[in-house]
């Protein structure tokens, strides 16, 4: 508790002089990485960074450890993480965002399970070079080279958006390694209607490249309909970041958007699988639920009214126990 004053206080002395001094989104940066770390590691998470060979990997860890050496998955593995009774999670973010979008989700689950939350390449801390490929194949690569640093073999996977379909792609292709895919209004399939987005995107308009602090508020409003509260400066320091990323988050969409989608992949999704939607998502049209139920056996579906494009986001609590739930009753089967 002291600390978590301390740090408070620092924060208001350095939001007062940063409003004194003009440096508005310098210091709303300021406030929001700290914040969000402080937060994190209230829920007993600690940041790490991992060497996969063509990059570092940025994450949150509730079980670190400092063994980062390649693991034979056909070998027995001295790592404490692999040793754990604990089952393990790993947390994919969606395009242009990155790890702390999970936290406040995870907390509800970190007792009783290892949970690994990544910045995938170009990402939040992750490193972004323009010659690296962000398709959906490479960022599945990365993550299992991820899973062999860490000694973990199996998991359970839950994405939101670019991270659902990362979730389904790391599924079909290391089904031995998938004990369990949740996907979060994934992209990865072409929707029967369109959503707001697609219609920008059909006009030539992409909303994640934003030029200035209007398009960031249009942006924003698109991606929750309960969006949890941001002060206005942390707001400011986020859309400054988007203009500053724009060219990154570019080539990002490129990548991701040329990877094969998904539609005629789904039938090769066969661990137990858990799909969810905001109805009110305005950035992937909740009508792509029918070709993920018709191209994905024994498919678990919700659909959540009034909910936007991160019901993990926006109902925390709710969602980390309906998720517990479907984790359970698979242990139980």
Do not use: C
């Not at 206005?232 to 989608?261: C, P």
Request: charged residues 20%.
């Amino acid at each position: 508790m002291k600390k978590t004053t301390l740090l408070f206080s620092a924060l208001l002395l350095a939001l007062t002089f940063g409003l004194i001094r003009g440096q508005y989104a310098q210091f709303g940066h300021w406030i929001y990485s700290h914040a969000t770390d402080l937060e994190a590691s209230l829920y007993g998470f600690e940041q790490q960074t991992i060497d996969i060979g063509e990059m570092s990997l940025a994450l949150y860890n509730n079980q670190p450890t400092t063994n980062n050496q390649p693991q034979n998955n056909n070998q027995p593995t001295n790592n404490k993480q692999q040793q754990s009774d604990r089952p393990v999670i790993v947390m994919l973010h969606g395009y242009s965002a990155d790890k702390d979008v999970w936290p406040r989700f995870a907390r509800h689950l970190s007792d009783d399970y290892h949970i690994i939350i990544p910045d995938m390449a170009g990402h939040g801390d992750s490193p972004f070079d323009p010659g690296w490929d962000y398709s959906m194949p490479a960022q599945a690569n990365r993550l299992a080279l991820l899973l062999d640093r860490l000694g973990i073999r199996q998991v359970h996977i839950i994405g939101n958006s670019m991270g659902g379909f990362l979730s389904a792609t790391f599924a079909i292709h290391y089904p031995h390694r998938v004990l369990s895919a949740t996907m979060i209004d994934p992209a990865g399939v072409v929707a029967p209607e369109l959503s707001d987005m697609a219609r920008m995107l059909a006009r030539g308009d992409n909303p994640f490249l934003i030029h200035n602090r209007t398009e960031f508020d249009d942006f924003y409003a698109m991606t929750m309909e309960q969006p949890p509260f941001l002060p206005d400066i942390v707001l400011e320091a986020v859309g400054q970041s988007y203009i500053e990323r724009r060219h990154q988050l570019e080539k990002i969409f490129a990548d991701f958007h040329a990877s094969d989608y998904l539609d005629q992949q789904l039938h090769r999704l066969t661990a137990p699988a858990l799909l969810w939607w905001g109805d009110k998502d305005r950035l992937l049209h909740v009508s792509s639920v029918a070709v993920w139920q018709q191209g994905v056996n024994n498919l678990q579906v919700e659909i959540w009214p009034g909910i936007g494009h991160m019901p993990m986001v926006e109902q925390p609590a709710e969602a980390a126990d309906k998720y517990r739930h479907f984790l359970t009753t698979l242990a139980a089967e």
